[in-house]
């Protein structure tokens, strides 16, 4: 799929803009704080919805202004076009509109456009907390598959009413307070989380450790392992799965009602990288773990593309500048020919020539994008 025209309205810096990127890949340099990163997140938020910089939606609408609107044409590989548009207003409301007929939801807008975005907190998928590494596989199954979007939405409300109940039993406690039907309701929406995960990961880890082997010249082995809560087996089907998951709920429900809150379920799931077999987050240097999140992100790419028919854009915030000679020419090789592809720097050194001649270049400056040529 391609992005053939965005148009931004009171979005962070731009009080307004209009620009038409190329099909292949688009440069965004500039000096720091000049809007570059919010271009990449307008794009994002009108393939997800949501940001990927902040939780709080509200901050991308400029300061002083009381609504914000993202807008752009999307052309899908057999030819045929979409216009989708995304406003926000203070109330933290989403409207979304396709072909100018507005939608119920945001989350219609939900596979028109697909993004797959690398960002320096991006590390934080191997260095932070596992709910980093959740939210990722939720962001990219979110955008693949609307049954994992649907029992996601519904996973999240359960467990919110069966913390709530807990805590109320916790303080009062009641022999039929209701637990049983929250905790049927929660392993039924649970179970599609975790095999949903297990698959995907599964498919991941073979993808990811393609892409790692050609960014570090087969140097290194990445594999990617999935930690589910309950622990299930690779070939544990939905009976087998279900039964794991009450079985580990039984153990823990003394404890549960002691804590007030659900302490087994894909809520805390885990994921863990190892390069060359040794786990990345704690001997992996700086430069193999920005490698390892670029080999994830090429590999969801690879997944959206099997999984829809459909390249996602790719959207690269400043990942150059701490990747060495050899590495960044590998992922420009790999990236070149492909998808439509969006970098941001502050300067076009270390981009190879016959890059550069192809590429669509675009000065960003206060809040204005403007093309040029060399
Ligand atoms: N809601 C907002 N309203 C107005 N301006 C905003 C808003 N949010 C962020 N900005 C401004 O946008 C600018 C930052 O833009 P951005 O993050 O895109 O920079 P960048 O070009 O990616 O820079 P760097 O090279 O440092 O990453 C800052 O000047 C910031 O003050
Ligand atoms: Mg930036």
Known sequence: ???????????????????????????????????????????????????????????????GQSQSRASATVRQSDGSSARIALTLGRSEQKHASINAASTERAVDLLGVLRAVVFAAQDLRLITGEPSCRRRHMDLALAQTSLPYLQDLGAYKRILLQRNKLLKSLRERWSANSGLDAWTSQLVRYGIGLLLHRRDFVQEMSELAGQSHRELSDGAEDLSVHYHPNPSLQADDGPELAKERYEEALQRVAEEELRRGTTLAGPQRDDLRFAINGLEARVYGSQGQQRTVVLSIKLAELDYIEAVSGEEPVLLLDDVMSDLDDQRRRRLLRRLSGRCQTFITCTNLRGFPDEILSQAGLFRVEAGRIERFCL
């Open 1 to 63: 799929m391609l992005i053939e025209e965005i148009s931004l309205d009171r979005f962070r810096n731009y009080p307004s803009l209009h620009v038409e990127p190329v099909p292949g890949v688009n440069i965004l340099v500039g000096d720091n704080a000049q809007g570059k990163s919010n271009l990449l997140e307008a794009i994002y938020m009108l393939a997800t919805t949501k940001s990927f910089r902040t939780v709080r939606d509200t901050e991308v609408i400029q300061s």
